[in-house]
């Protein structure tokens, strides 16, 4: 059975003070659920995220890293590095890492290998842009990201693979897909999985949505058969509308 999780990507917001409030907040709202949850705070702050949620169900991850082991890349966390101050999953391929950071399907391709050759879970994000879903491409595009990212694995490293189906066009918008593209796009990519792969491992994998998930539309969008969680940006940045949204699963 594959887990649900609601994930908050916090991307470049909030100071060591206010995760120190927020974390407080979230701690004092977590509903009881099956769900796993979970925070990615700035690497500066990760460390303290871990050990204020050492003894809670929200497990802090981390946004991004680096393939190579250590080395000369100045501004860039290694694995080893997450590894080092307890952190176990690690974001990888966010939509604005590969177009404001200019990462690539062969660099992300990497940085899954390296993470997963040091047993970090990853929480694989892609989706198309507006013109390759205007111009009908969307299906295409979605399917070169998981070829080039992810189908080089063998089937037993799916097992720490989580997806994230982003469409850009509902990052950050305030659009949102409709709960119906949601699931047409999950189902697709599952698909996918399952020629590339089996039925077995497909039907395993966690699939997030993201893109403008909202206390209003989060529980219509998780009833989907598909859609087994969230990627929350904007809305996990408040502790009611992230639990909110969490009790939506
Ligand atoms: P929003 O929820 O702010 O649209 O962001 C989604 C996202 O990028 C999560 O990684």
Not at 11 to 31: C, F, Q, R, S
């Amino acid at each position: 059975m594959r887990s649900k999780i609601v994930a908050g990507n916090w991307k470049m917001n909030k100071t060591y003070h206010e995760m120190e409030i927020l974390l407080g907040e979230l701690e004092a709202k977590v509903p009881d659920t099956e769900a796993e949850i979970m925070v990615a705070p700035s690497f500066v702050n990760l460390p303290r995220a871990f050990m204020m949620l050492e003894s809670s169900v929200i497990e802090p991850i981390a946004q991004n890293m680096h393939f190579a082991e250590s080395g000369a890349y100045t501004g860039e966390v290694s694995a080893d590095m997450l590894l080092g101050i307890g952190i176990e999953t690690v974001i990888l391929g966010h939509s604005e890492r590969r177009s404001i950071f200019g990462e690539t399907d062969d660099v992300l391709a990497k940085k899954v290998v390296a993470a997963l050759a040091k047993n970090l879970r990853v929480v694989f994000c892609f989706g198309e842009e507006l013109e390759d879903r205007k111009s009908d491409n969307h299906f295409n595009i979605v399917a070169d990201q998981l070829t080039k990212g992810l189908f080089n694995l063998e089937a037993d490293a799916w097992k720490n693979i989580v997806l994230a189906y982003e469409p850009v066009w509902a990052i950050g918008t305030g659009e949102t897909a409709s709960p119906e593209q949601a699931q047409e796009m999950h189902a697709f990519i599952r698909k996918a999985i399952s020629d590339k792969y089996d039925a077995t491992i497909a039907d395993n994998v966690s699939i997030l949505y993201g893109g403008s998930v909202k206390p209003a539309n989060a529980a219509e969008i998780f009833s989907k058969p598909d859609v087994d969680g969230g990627l929350i940006g904007g809305a996990s940045l408040n502790a009611d509308d992230f639990m909110a949204i969490v009790k939506a699963i």
